[in-house]
């Protein structure tokens, strides 16, 4: 199944601000907007944001995303060492009748 | 609080059998939509199936005619049955509570398939 085409890796300095992108099509992140996801090695995923710019409780504002057609974008500001780690961008695809997934960005920070 | 723990992973031979579970508390199964989730060692997240409040279900073409998911509202419990195991369906396997999004996520179990 087709899914979410993402950068396999972003780098950026410490307290910079780095931004993700999540391309897909009409039926999913240009439908209902995509949702992102951080994980760390070794752990489940954690829910960021979905349905393009709602984070969940506990999720620092620093943590924003967008989208503009079929491109879902997650800035993070002031980036921390913490943030450093794979993240996932999903959506439903209404097409297909299936979740579809980006591949990954793996974020380093500088 | 809302927890997924899932059991029954293991290792398999090519062409068997498991039945993996997932116990969920904190939330009411039959008012949300439960998936799987699984994620190959060093891969990205997959998406494998989903079951509805209503019992509708959908699989990845990856998995269709495979796995079998089942919910038992009674027991707050989420089944994956998955026949004719490939080596490719080694992985992670995660349950995941959809809300708009996968907003809870269970710990994952180790499925491995292997002569």
Same mark, same amino acid.
């Given at each position: 199944?087709? +899914?979410?085409?993402?950068? $396999?890796?972003?780098?950026?300095?410490?307290?910079?601000?780095?931004?993700?992108?999540?391309?897909?099509?009409?039926?999913?992140?240009?439908?209902?907007?995509?949702?992102?996801?951080?994980q760390h090695r070794g !752990?489940?995923?954690?829910?960021?944001?979905?349905?393009?710019?709602?984070?969940? /409780?506990?999720?620092?504002e620093r943590f924003s995303?967008?989208?503009?057609?079929?491109?879902?974008?997650?800035?993070?500001?002031?980036?921390? $060492?913490?943030?450093? @780690?794979?993240?996932?961008?999903?959506?439903?695809?209404?097409?297909?009748?299936?979740?579809?997934? +980006?591949?990954?960005?793996?974020?380093?920070?500088? | 609080?809302?927890?997924?723990?899932?059991?029954?992973?293991?290792?398999?031979? $090519?062409?068997? /059998?498991?039945?993996?579970?997932?116990?969920?508390?904190?939330?009411?199964?039959?008012?949300?939509?439960?998936?799987?989730?699984?994620?190959?060692?060093?891969?990205?997240?997959?998406?494998?199936?989903?079951?509805?409040?209503?019992?509708?279900?959908?699989?990845?073409? /990856?998995?269709?005619?495979?796995?079998?998911?089942?919910?038992?509202?009674?027991? /707050?419990?989420? !089944?994956?049955?998955?026949?004719?195991?490939?080596?490719?369906?080694?992985?992670?396997?995660?349950? @995941?509570?959809?809300?708009?999004?996968?907003?809870?996520?269970?710990?994952?179990?180790?499925?491995?398939?292997?002569?």
């Amino acid at each position: 199944q087709a +899914g979410l085409t993402q950068p $396999p890796s972003v780098s950026a300095g410490l307290r910079q601000t780095a931004t993700l992108t999540c391309t897909g099509n009409s039926n999913n992140a240009g439908n209902q907007g995509a949702a992102w996801l951080q994980q760390h090695r070794g !752990h489940p995923p954690k829910l960021l944001s979905y349905r393009s710019n709602n984070r969940p /409780s506990g999720i620092s504002e620093r943590f924003s995303a967008s989208r503009s057609g079929n491109t879902a974008s997650l800035t993070i500001s002031g980036l921390q $060492p913490e943030d450093e @780690a794979d993240y996932y961008c999903s959506a439903w695809d209404n097409s297909l009748s299936a979740w579809v997934f +980006g591949g990954g960005t793996k974020l380093t920070v500088l | 609080e809302v927890q997924l723990v899932e059991s029954g992973g293991g290792l398999i031979q $090519p062409g068997g /059998s498991l039945r993996l579970s997932c116990a969920a508390s904190g939330f009411t199964v039959s008012n949300f939509y439960i998936n799987w989730v699984r994620q190959a060692p060093g891969r990205g997240l997959e998406w494998v199936s989903v079951i509805l409040g209503d019992g509708t279900t959908y699989y990845a073409d /990856s998995v269709k005619g495979r796995f079998t998911i089942s919910l038992d509202s009674s027991k /707050s419990t989420l !089944h994956l049955q998955m026949d004719g195991l490939r080596a490719e369906d080694t992985a992670v396997y995660y349950c @995941a509570r959809e809300s708009d999004a996968f907003d809870f996520w269970g710990q994952g179990t180790m499925v491995t398939v292997s002569s």
